[in-house]
């Protein structure tokens, strides 16, 4: 023990994460009676990474998560493995008859502590706030409010 220095490594981040993604081509194939099943499945792939879970909640055609990272874990990845995790739990329990996929890429914003209640209240409200909006124009919405460069094209 002498002469031994001991190193502790410390890791701390507050990063909360707003993803969303869309079934393939938008369609609208994610039926609320199975919804929950889903929402669900997605928690456990988030637990399984030790990310924290905030919120999710989606509509007929797209999904909002919003979490907070575990250090160890890569952006990319993660959508990923809730892509490929939450297409094979649509397969295997048969919810979703005409869900043809997911969208190939996803968005992703980050916020401060500050408006992390306000972020959680907005995806909690997800039904009522698409009454009035659809995803495509949400989308626009949300990258021009974080100052993200896009084309339109992308967006169909």
């Not at 924290?52 to 797209?62: I, T």
Request: net charge positive; proline share 2%.
């Amino acid at each position: 023990m002498w002469g031994k220095k001991i190193k502790i490594v410390s890791t701390y981040t507050q990063i909360i994460y707003q993803i969303v993604f869309s079934t393939k081509y938008r369609e609208k194939t994610l039926d609320k009676a199975s919804r929950p099943e889903l929402l669900n499945d997605i928690w456990g792939i988030l637990k399984n990474k030790k990310c924290h879970l905030y919120r999710v909640n989606g509509v007929e055609d797209h999904i909002h998560i919003v979490t907070s990272l575990h250090p160890s874990i890569a952006l990319a990845n993660l959508v990923k493995d809730i892509k490929l995790g939450t297409t094979s739990f649509i397969k295997d329990k048969g919810v979703f008859p005409y869900f043809r996929g997911w969208q190939n890429g996803y968005s992703a914003f980050t916020y401060s502590i500050d408006a992390k209640s306000n972020l959680i209240e907005y995806v909690r409200n997800q039904e009522k706030h698409h009454e009035k909006k659809d995803f495509r124009d949400e989308l626009i919405d949300l990258l021009k409010e974080h100052g993200v460069d896009f084309d339109e094209k992308y967006l169909e």
